[in-house]
């Protein structure tokens, strides 16, 4: 089936990890790197990329550990925004190759600050990108300042376009158009997620139309350059509702080219592992 070579979303956690007091779940059990490599060997996928998770905060131990262990792998980090130059160069040394905003369920904090503005500018400078999950509707408020950062910006989860508004809405407009500025990627991942289903209520099958629009959207109005996929495994909170074929097949559905799912797979490859 000509599976992709990048997995360029998911999560790796132990069984003892701090979990955040904030945290909106808390997985039941862990799925350690071994598992989660275990799973793509079993789908023929060569390489994964592992996002920073909000639910256990600023603690990326184990995820470092494991980047260092096994190189097939890449990472982004959820940092406080004070983080200095040196933390950042080792962090980029051991495989992270990104810092991750995850800015949904929350107030959004002032991204024009000083210490935001400096970590921006430290992560340029790094050759690393700024990962950033938002609601839809707020990219107006979000994209004018990390563009101006002049760092890379991969949004996730197909930008999570508002519901109601699909893809006509205001903020996934504004992905599009920063998209074609040159210096913004955007995941096909997590398509369960593009609802805000309650974890353990199974799909929304909204989500699907909303995902297969988005993706249509996006293959032409950004195309493969500027896009990658992902899995969003071990689909946390989702567990019980989705495999790891059902992602595989929802790209195929995407995109049933296989000469244009291997180009998508050319931009992991030089995104995450040049």
């Not at 130059?85 to 962090?91: D, F, I, K, S, V």
Request: with cysteine; glycine share 8%.
């Amino acid at each position: 089936m000509n599976p992709p070579l990048v997995d360029a979303h998911a999560h790796i956690y132990s069984a003892n990890m701090p979990v955040s007091s904030s945290a909106w779940f808390r997985p039941g059990q862990a799925f350690t790197a071994e598992q989660y490599l275990a799973v793509l060997d079993a789908h023929g996928i060569q390489f994964g990329v592992i996002a920073g998770i909000s639910i256990f905060g600023y603690y990326n131990d184990y995820m470092i550990q494991q980047l260092r262990k096994h190189r097939r792998l890449r990472g982004t980090a959820i940092v406080p925004p004070t983080t200095d130059l040196y933390t950042l160069e080792r962090m980029k040394a051991d495989g992270v190759v990104g810092v991750r905003l995850q800015l949904t369920r929350q107030e959004l904090p002032d991204l024009a600050g000083d210490d935001y503005r400096l970590l921006f500018r430290r992560i340029a400078d790094l050759g690393m990108h700024i990962e950033v999950v938002v609601e839809g509707p707020r990219w107006p408020q979000v994209l004018p300042i990390l563009e101006s950062s002049g760092a890379n910006i991969v949004i996730d989860h197909f930008a999570h376009p508002d519901p109601q508004a699909g893809i006509d809405c205001t903020g996934f407009q504004a992905v599009l158009r920063s998209v074609q500025r040159g210096k913004t990627w955007v995941k096909l991942s997590a398509p369960f997620r593009l609802t805000w289903a309650a974890p353990g209520q199974g799909r929304d099958p909204q989500s699907l139309t909303l995902a297969h629009q988005a993706a249509q959207c996006l293959l032409h109005n950004a195309g493969v350059e500027r896009l990658v996929w992902g899995s969003d495994c071990p689909f946390i909170g989702h567990e019980s509702s989705v495999t790891y074929a059902d992602m595989l097949d929802e790209l195929n559905q995407w995109v049933p080219d296989a000469q244009v799912r291997r180009k998508l797979s050319d931009t992991a490859l030089k995104l995450y592992f040049s």
